[in-house]
């Protein structure tokens, strides 16, 4: 089946640890995203890559890194820096055409947890 | 970061109501999208939207991108109860960030 995977479902991070959230896609599409959802508020965007070894800052890029090694893979370290991190994580990936991008597709999303 | 202005916040209608939502914006959209959400899941794409005045249909959903392309409808016809869920809208901006509201909460009494 072709679709977004993301793992794990719930996360759980320790005060001052690092963690990082995977999500892989087989749809073959170029772009791909990472938003995080808060209770009563839209999808915020944290970084985001149109190509390979490529990617940009979003809306509320500080305390998050990304990497974008390969097309399939757009993994989402939270650092120690990001303060307030519990929420629920959503990856998503478009496929850009010569007019720009189209349908955006999302992952089942990943819980993040602080104890 | 710019939002969407989606109304209304929650809907509670009896079982084969019709339903209505929208969203609107101060900006010009290329694209519109309607997705759904099941709690603790991932937002499944409904209906996409490409043209100003467009009006598409999925099953019992229908959903209009306006002709001022700051807006977007989505209705559902004869509600049933696994029509609960969250729905939101989603704009494409030029420029190709997308912007989402809020999300409109539908509760369907059966």
């Known amino acids: 089946d072709g679709g977004i995977t993301q793992s794990p479902k719930y996360l759980f991070r320790k005060e001052g640890q690092n963690v990082t959230l995977s999500c892989e896609q087989n749809l073959n599409h170029d772009a791909m995203y990472w938003y995080r959802q808060d209770p009563g508020q839209g999808l915020r965007l944290i970084y985001y890559s149109q190509i390979v070894n490529d990617f940009q800052k979003g809306d509320i890029a500080e305390g998050y890194s990304v990497s974008r090694e390969k097309k399939e893979s757009f993994p989402l370290t939270v650092t120690s820096a990001q303060k307030n991190p519990t929420a629920f994580y959503l990856c998503a990936s478009s496929i850009v055409v010569g007019t720009g991008i189209e349908t955006q597709y999302f992952g089942p999303g990943t819980r993040l947890l602080v104890l | ?110």
């Open chain 2, 1 to 110: 970061g710019q939002q969407l202005n989606q109304s209304p916040q929650s809907m509670f209608i009896q079982e084969g109501e019709d339903v209505s939502m929208n969203c609107t914006s101060s900006s010009i959209f290329n694209t519109w999208l309607w997705y759904k959400q099941d709690p603790g899941e991932g937002p499944v794409l409904l209906i996409a939207l490409y043209k100003a005045g467009e009006l598409t249909s999925n099953g019992r959903l229908t959903a209009q991108f306006g002709i001022t392309r700051k807006d977007s409808f989505l209705n559902i016809s004869a509600s049933i109860p696994s029509d609960v869920g969250i729905y939101f809208c989603a704009g494409l901006l030029p420029g190709n960030q997308f912007y989402f509201g809020t999300g409109t909460s539908l509760t369907v009494i059966p």
